[in-house]
């Protein structure tokens, strides 16, 4: 009898060892690294008045940065139709003056913008079949935003695309436009394929549609990461706490 109380005991100890492991959340990208030789961000304004701002379409490469899922984050802002000098302007990192990270996206004018995240490893060489599920405990993306004006409608058009071994998926979400910080829970199952997420090999948000994007749209994003289920996060909190 005392033996085998303690191998439950041991088996238990293991369990909770690994749901210790397994419960982290999973950051894409917080936003919050100092790329920048000032210690800031990239800011940047398309198109383009030489030489304050770039041309259009800007794109901007950040490799072996931390807190990026993969170390290697591709941002691509384009202006499709008639532009005005600015059309769109942002920042993309940490931003000092506020002591934040974040993905900003403000634009102007007739012509819509699109912003497109992509997140696939330095050359687009691959992430390498990465579980996403973290081994089954993670079930959705969150999207921190800080703020989210959707122009000329009433939500922002949000395209996902996952790319793994066992194929591809992809998910278009409305979120609606608020004021303040606010969090768009995004669940795994939505998906047309849920199982690519348990070996990514690429991802790209894209944020205003990218053929037919909507004017006046500003945001700001502060963080994207796959995380557990809010019932599966207290239980393991009730686990963890409970083995000590």
Not at 94 to 122: K, Q
């Amino acid at each position: 009898v005392v033996k085998a109380a303690v191998c439950a005991v041991m088996v238990w100890s293991v369990f909770l060892h690994a749901l210790k492991v397994n419960a982290g959340t999973i950051t894409i990208d917080s936003f919050n690294n100092p790329d920048a030789p000032a210690g800031g961000g990239t800011n940047f304004c398309v198109p383009g008045v030489a030489p304050w701002c770039s041309g259009n379409p800007f794109s901007h490469n950040d490799a072996a940065v931390a807190d990026v899922f993969g170390n290697d984050r591709d941002v691509h802002v384009e202006v499709v139709g008639p532009a005005i000098p600015i059309s769109a302007s942002g920042i993309i990192g940490y931003e000092p003056v506020y002591d934040i990270g974040h993905l900003s996206g403000p634009t102007g004018g007739s012509a819509g913008t699109y912003v497109t995240a992509t997140y696939d490893c330095a050359g687009g060489a691959g992430l390498g079949g990465i579980d996403l599920t973290d081994g089954g405990v993670n079930d959705r993306l969150e999207i921190d935003f800080q703020s989210l004006d959707a122009g000329d409608l009433t939500a922002l058009e949000v395209t996902i695309d996952f790319v793994g071994q066992g194929g591809a998926s992809t998910l278009q979400r409305h979120v609606s436009e608020q004021i303040g910080l606010f969090t768009e829970p995004i669940s795994f199952a939505d998906f047309s394929d849920p199982s690519v997420f348990m070996s990514v090999d690429s991802i790209k948000f894209t944020f205003n549609n990218m053929t037919d994007p909507v004017c006046n749209v500003d945001f700001e994003i502060d963080n994207i990461a796959a995380v557990p289920e809010p019932s599966t996060i207290a239980m393991l909190s009730a686990l963890v706490g409970a083995s000590m």
